[in-house]
Each structure stands twice: as C-alpha cells, then as structure tokens.
C-alpha cells in the first residue's frame, strides 16, 4: 500500500492533523534534520498501523516535506489512521 504524506517537523506533538486530497497531513516532534523526522515518521506510522518499522518505507521525498510511504502487510481498507 503506498501512501501520500505531508511532513510538519518540529510541531508539539506528533499526530496526525488531517487530509488535504489524497494527501495525509501530520505533525512530527523531531525536526527536520539528519533524518530525525523521517525516523519519527517511520516509527509513528508503524505503531499506528501495527507494523513492524521495516514495513514502513520512504520510497519518495527523503529529503522533502512531500513524501511517498509504502508500507507492506497492511490492507488498505483497514487503515486505522485517524
């Protein structure tokens, strides 16, 4: 399954704020450097859905506040994200 996401770094808390299209839009603590929202991301995502963080993969837009997610052994029609 992949996912659109739009990053907000260095927020309060880590959550997710809502949808803008397509696209899911969440907050994340850590800020954005050296991989440290892109590592929180991963980890709330993973949790989120019931995953292992291996499962959770940048696949586009490392280094971008857009990203695209693909996260394996998770039926889209069973997301629990919000």
């Known amino acids: 399954?992949?996912?659109?996401?739009?990053?907000?770094?260095?927020?309060a808390t880590t959550e997710i704020v809502?949808?803008?299209?397509?696209?899911?839009?969440i907050r994340v603590q850590a800020p954005a450097e050296k991989g440290k929202a892109n590592a929180e991301l991963v980890?709330?995502?993973?949790?989120?859905?019931?995953?292992?963080?291996?499962?959770?993969?940048?696949v586009r837009g490392a280094g971008s506040s857009r990203k695209l997610i693909r996260i394996?052994?998770?039926?889209a029609t069973a997301l629990p994200l919000v």
């Open 43 to 58: 980890s709330f995502l993973a949790e989120r859905l019931g995953v292992p963080k291996t499962a959770v993969e940048i």
């Open 18 to 25: 809502g949808y803008v299209g397509d696209v899911i839009k």
């Open 1 to 11: 399954m992949m996912l659109s996401v739009k990053v907000i770094p260095n927020a």
């Open 72 to 75: 394996s052994g998770v039926d």
